[in-house]
Every structure is written in C-alpha cells, then in structure tokens.
Nanobody
C-alpha cells in the first residue's frame, strides 16, 4: 500500500510559479511510477505529468510541456511538480498518483493504483 499526501497548492497570479509536493508512505515508493493529474470543475480528470521509478524518464501533457517539471526524490519518498508560467486554465485540483506499471500505459488512463486527496491550484488573470 502507498498513501499519498499532496501539498503546495494555492492562489497565484498568471505568470507565477508553484511547486507541488507529494509525500508518500510505504516501502514500495521507489518502485512506483509517479504521476500528476488535474481536474477542473465540470471537466474530466486529465493527465499532467509522470516520472518513472528511477526518474530517468518523464512524460508531459502537451498543454504543460516547457512550463511544468516533474521530479522525485526516492530518499525522501516525495515527488514534485514545479509549475512555472502558470495560466488561468491551469486552475484545478491537482492529484498525485502512484502505480507500479509501465508509465507508457499509465499516462493513457486514470486507473492508477493509488491516489492522493488533491490540492487546489487557482491561477488568477
């Protein structure tokens, strides 16, 4: 079992930055692909970014490429999402997810094994 807790959300002006953190408990953190998803009101949950267990490969949605960076620190059981040049359309609840399967498969689905409770990100124009 892996428990995930997201922190770092908040209100920021357009063009600003935020860094989300996802703290994981459980001994299997380092063997899990980690991902970030977001869900805006009235919309489906969508993929944002993912990182392999080693951190060697990363994946991004086209809408955030060049602005967001996903990273992880296995020694701290923590994954991060650095969000720069934020836009109002980035406003959503951001969720952290973990799963041991191949990220190439995972990023096409919302059926990850473990999810956090989410953290709100609001970008004002």
């Amino acid at each position: 079992q892996v428990q995930l807790v997201e922190t770092g959300g908040g209100l920021v002006q357009a063009g600003g930055s935020l860094r989300l953190s996802c703290a994981a408990s459980g001994r299997t953190f380092s063997s899990n692909t980690m991902g970030w998803y977001r869900q805006a009101p009235g919309k489906e949950r969508e993929f944002v970014a993912a990182i392999t267990w080693s951190g060697g490969s990363t994946f991004y949605a086209d809408s955030v490429k060049g602005r967001f960076t996903i990273a992880r620190d296995n020694a701290k059981n923590t994954a991060y999402l650095q969000m720069n040049t934020l836009k109002p359309e980035d406003s959503a609840v951001y969720y952290c997810a973990a799963d041991q399967r191949d990220p190439v498969v995972l990023i096409t689905t919302t059926r990850w094994a473990f999810w956090g409770q989410g953290t709100q990100v609001t970008v004002s124009s």
